[in-house]
């Protein structure tokens, strides 16, 4: 079988270009990571799902893959543009907490999120501990590139070539932006210059500052994308992802950076990819707006996570998705299907003279379907048609079927080796019963229904609903109760 050419839409140049990577058999890629001052909503989830089906296409394309998310601990206001309040002192006074606690204990609860979505874990460096190397990357762009003023040090984004390219915007589209999302600070030079290092104010104490040149505060947020890309993965490096949102302010600035740094009108990435949005009705899901919603609410509400990564694969990443709780009931609804369906495939047996070379002719049919799909630009909703198509068609035998699956499923990452349908049945938060009182339920009623005692059997079923617990007679998925 060839395997079709991994394609990926790059930003940058608004276009799909071949993937070939600046080290031959390997693949470096950088995400942007988490602000961990608060929960991550789902919406942020959405970013690393993406980023994660990333890693494992170009893993499953044979690529020794470098994979970076960084932990952003230090340096983020509550504007992209270098404006408001600090986000971890923030939080830090808004929890009682010092700021190193408020980052250690929300680092825990992403990286427990990651795992909870089968997401694979890359490199999660944390910005503070590369704070020396920003000062040291900010001292040697500075006589050229930035300027200085009460407030900080700015970066002058009439230095660098092209500055706004990845948005589509020129300097002066930004400095006309009417959306607030550019602050004006008194003595900037452009009014889409960016803080490099912000000073703290005279008379105030900041709970994470350092010395500098420049006095004593903190790095801008743009800067430490750049030093630890670098430091990390070595400039240039193949992709950098992010949501649709940095495309906009953030990857700009830390291509101006990287430009400033090197000398070169290089990115810092050869390719800048970005994920669409999630929404809800009331618009773009944002912590701003104090209202969010969680992976932990979702499973509270009786959904698995791995639900919610399928609901983000069967939109393309470059595309909006609505959610909504019919929706995640639907995905979960899917995801039965899927693990009940491999479940029989996983249980039958192998015939001792099969051999694997025999499966030639499947490869050759349903999985290119497959792989040409994850291969344009990683089209998972299409992708996810054939590996269902595969899963159950009757015209290839269990055995044939499941090692190619499982090769479709290192894509996919539903983990389906060991997933059983009772991982799948998450007992809800407001739940008043236990699993085992169910099963007992059930057991009894089954034993009444057999001696024709159905007037047992209806009082048994309508005990169990009025404590949420909806029996599924004749359920085609054999899941034979659920809880609402």
Partial sequence: MTDAPLKLFNSLTRSLEPFEPIHPGEARVYTCGPTVYNYQHIGNMRAYVFADTLGRTLSWKGYALKHVINITDVGHLTSDADAGDDKMEK?????????WDIARYYQQV??????????????HPRATDYVESMI????????KHCYELDSGLYFDVATVPEYGRLARAVTDAIEDAGEGRIDEVE??????????WRKTPPGETRQMEWDSPWGKGAPGWHLECSVMSAELLGHPFDIHTGGIDHREIHHPNEIAQNQAHNCSSDSGARIWMHNNFLIDRRGKMSKSSGEFLTLQALVDR???PLAYRLLCLQAHYRSELEFTWEGL????????????????????????????????????SEYSVFTSAISDDLATPKALTAFEELLTSKHWKAHEKAPVLLK????????LATLTRADLRIRPATAEIIEAEIEAALSERKEARAAKDFARSDAIRDDLAAKGVEVMDGDPLGWEWKLS
Wanted: no cysteine; proline share 2%; glycine share 8%.
């Fill in 110 to 123: 992403f990286e427990a999120d990651l795992d909870r979505l089968n997401i694979r874990k890359p490199q």
């Fill in 302 to 304: 009786g959904f698995h």
């Fill in 408 to 415: 479709m499923d290192r894509v996919l990452g539903f983990g």
């Fill in 91 to 99: 939080a830090a006074a808004r929890e009682g907490k010092s700021a």
């Fill in 329 to 364: 009931e639907a995905a979960l609804t899917r995801l039965k299907r899927i693990v009940g369906a491999y479940s029989k495939i996983r249980s039958a047996d192998v015939p001792k003279d099969f051999q694997e070379t025999s499966l030639g002719k499947i490869f050759e």
């Fill in 136 to 143: 040291a990357w900010a001292r040697s762009i500075e006589v």
């Fill in 187 to 196: 003595g900037k030079h452009n009014a889409a210059d960016f803080a490099i």
